[in-house]
């Protein structure tokens, strides 16, 4: 399975980006797409992810409320929509693709990622 991320940028704190994740090649018919994030200096985390068999999605606490994720299913792709970004979003972010059924939520869970992309949230 090959991703392709897009829709990094730079961006002025509490402005909106959406970051498409569109999956290629071999795919499940149930899978699970995860947004991770790296800033400089941490660790990989986990931002949200979505389980295309139910629909269900996961957020981790600093985006909760902020941060939509969806897919659309027949296409393979899934976006996150980014609003009321802070400096601290700052980061390469990663799709990530699961394939299997249900929620994974370790990256250790995902077999295949995409190349990244930068956002940039400035002050």
């Known amino acids: 399975v090959q991703l392709q991320a897009s829709g990094g940028g730079l961006v002025q704190a509490g402005g909106s980006l959406r970051l498409s994740c569109a999956a290629s090649?071999?795919?499940?018919?149930?899978?699970?797409i995860g947004w991770f994030r790296q800033a400089p200096g941490k660790e990989r985390e986990g931002v949200s992810f979505?389980?295309?068999?139910?629909?269900?999605?996961y957020y981790a606490d600093s985006v909760k409320g902020r941060f939509t994720i969806s897919s659309d299913n027949a296409k393979n792709t899934a976006v996150l929509q980014m609003n009321s970004l802070k400096p601290e979003d700052t980061a390469v972010y990663y799709c990530?693709?699961?394939?299997?059924?249900?929620?994974?939520?370790?990256?250790?869970?995902?077999?295949?990622w995409g190349q990244g992309t930068l956002v940039t949230v400035s002050s």
């Open positions: 990530a693709y699961r394939r299997a059924n249900g929620m994974g939520y370790s990256e250790y869970e995902y077999d295949d």
């Open positions: 090649g071999f795919t499940f018919h149930d899978f699970a």
């Open positions: 979505i389980s295309s068999s139910d629909g269900i999605t």
